[in-house]
């Protein structure tokens, strides 16, 4: 099919630019394990997992068939005031799968609900525990929640400061920015630093807005949106410490790093943190359809449950007309089994060390590359922008890569690369040898 046989005049494509789109357009009709097929033939691999989704790779047939199972016997029901058997035994695999005592979990249908999900959680939880004047919230520069108005507000992506930025929170803070210049180079590892990225925390913003008036503190474990960027030895257990001290929430945004992506069942695994609430969507349905939750820890609910309201009223007033749909749950629980069958997880940590092996062979000391770096199965290689223009020259990598059969993610002028957990070394040869490729040719 050329592009030519489909009308574009109609669709107005998400974070995409779209004039750029219509003169080269990007368009998938099939897809198979690690591989895509184009409108126009071609075959493109699959090096970001289609966004981060797709951890067991592309038309999996146990996925597939459990959601057509479940559209002959149950394709929707509403979620308020009654629920669904597929439903709660998602959510009992999803709890069993969540570190310590992170046990209850609400549904909702992506990373962006999710987020704004656990800000209203907190504020909920802090009001029918006495302390509803806790209403200030800590996000991260360059963190990203989604594009809800309260993941925004937390959120430290500047796009969305400078558009959206009347009708943000106002009552929101950010924690200083992870990075540290002097760790250009991360190898599988966590990096060591001289800077303390949780000084200004305690120095500047929680006296500023008195912990007491505190709600939340929200991060991603890795900065994956921005560019994967990882956060130094210690940072999150400090940050579990400092909230503790002064009765703070903790959230862990996890649908990046979520189900599989580190090797563990969660990043929170990985760290040794237990967050108060983890946010997840994506990977927990392999993609296939949406859905996303937030799994709190069992004081969080039963503090809710402690109202001397009569039985009728309801206690959180929240929800979503498609909250633990039937076939997303039902895709849900066979992607989970699949993960588990085929032991996904380890895989994704031993792969990993293989994608982080090619890129710092292949990626130091080429043209224009100022950092690298690498953990769990994601990897990034950081350039150095195009003087008034950046973002410039990794978009034109991307789509130069894209032409050469291989999907990478370019984040402002970072390159990412961030397989299924499928994925074969041949994969990451090729994906590494094209972006490589790419990045010499425009030095």
């Not at 799994?295 to 309201?309: E, G, L, S, V, W």
Request: neutral net charge; glycine residues 10%; contains cysteine.
């Amino acid at each position: 099919m050329a592009y030519n046989d489909f009308n574009m005049d109609s669709h107005w494509l998400p974070f995409t630019p779209n004039r750029q789109f219509r003169k080269e357009p990007r368009v998938f009709t099939g897809a198979d394990g690690m591989v895509f097929t184009t409108h126009d033939g071609r075959k493109v691999v699959d090096g970001i997992s289609s966004l981060w989704c797709v951890g067991a790779g592309h038309n999996r047939k146990p996925i597939n068939e459990a959601i057509k199972k479940q559209l002959d016997t149950l394709d929707y029901a509403t979620a308020f005031q009654a629920s669904n058997d597929q439903a709660f035994k998602a959510a009992g695999m999803i709890a069993a799968m969540a570190p310590g005592d992170l046990n209850k979990v609400l549904f909702c249908n992506s990373g962006s609900e999710a987020a704004d999900t656990s800000l209203k959680v907190a504020l909920a939880y802090h009001r029918a525990r006495g302390e509803g004047h806790r209403n200030v919230f800590i996000g991260r520069e360059k963190g990203y929640h989604g594009v809800g108005f309260g993941g925004m507000s937390v959120g430290g992506i500047p796009a969305n400061r400078k558009v959206f930025g009347p009708a943000l929170l106002p009552r929101v803070d950010h924690l200083r920015f992870i990075h540290d210049p002097a760790n250009a180079y991360i190898h599988n590892r966590e990096p060591e630093s001289q800077e303390d990225f949780l000084a200004e925390l305690e120095t500047r913003i929680l006296p500023l807005h008195d912990p007491s008036n505190v709600a939340a503190i929200i991060v991603e474990p890795i900065a994956g949106s921005a560019g994967w960027y990882i956060p130094p030895k210690g940072y999150l257990k400090r940050l579990r410490e400092i909230c503790d001290k002064h009765g703070i929430l903790l959230i862990f945004d996890e649908v990046i790093t979520g189900f599989g992506r580190m090797g563990t069942n969660f990043g929170a695994d990985f760290y040794d943190v237990v967050p108060d609430m983890l946010n997840f969507a994506k990977a927990v349905t392999n993609g296939v359809i949406p859905m996303g939750g937030v799994i709190c820890r069992d004081r969080i609910y039963d503090q809710m449950m402690k109202t001397d309201a009569a039985e009728h009223i309801i206690e959180f007033f929240h929800g979503y007309t498609y909250s633990g749909h039937p076939v997303a749950a039902a895709a849900a629980i066979a992607t989970l089994d699949l993960y588990q069958q085929e032991n996904l997880f380890a895989r994704a940590g031993e792969m990993g060390k293989v994608l982080g092996d090619a890129f710092h062979s292949t990626f130091k000391g080429l043209p224009n590359v100022i950092g690298i770096r690498s953990l769990g199965l994601a990897a990034a290689v950081e350039l150095a922008p195009i003087a008034g223009s950046p973002g410039k020259r990794a978009f034109e990598i991307y789509l130069d890569c894209f032409r050469k059969g291989a999907l990478v993610r370019p984040a402002g002028d970072v390159l990412v690369i961030a397989p299924p957990y499928i994925v074969e070394k041949q994969h990451i040869d090729t994906l590494v040898n094209t972006l490589a490729d790419s990045v010499k040719a425009h030095a």
